[in-house]
């Protein structure tokens, strides 16, 4: 989400994130992407922090912004299993500093 016209990034800071965040968006090297930026937008200017969900520096969430991220989350996005771990041929622990 860019940054409000008065914290330390200042509005023309973040002219370019909305191109690097489209461009994440639809990279096919990562699973998936949580993007919180509709989440956390203040309804009347999309550019800025929602005022309910801001600490008050207009940058970072307070803790309802941190709720409202975690609650935009499909946990069962989450519960995939990860691939096997390829079995070891050798039983023997790793060589190394094994304390």
């Known amino acids: 989400m860019p940054a409000a016209a008065g914290s330390r990034m200042g509005r023309s800071a973040s002219h370019g994130q909305g191109a690097g965040r489209k461009a994440f968006r ?3 090297s990562v699973d998936g992407v949580f993007d919180f930026a509709t989440t956390m937008a203040d309804p009347n200017d999309p550019q800025q922090l929602n005022p ?7 940058l970072h969430p307070n803790d309802a912004g941190y709720q409202a991220m975690a609650n935009a989350v499909d ?3 989450l519960t995939t299993a990860a691939p096997a771990l390829p079995q070891r041929s050798d ?7 094994n304390r």
């Open 91 to 97: 039983p023997s622990p790793p060589s190394g500093n």
């Open 75 to 77: 946990l069962a996005l």
């Open 26 to 28: 639809h990279n096919t």
């Open 52 to 58: 309910a969900y801001d600490s008050g520096d207009h």
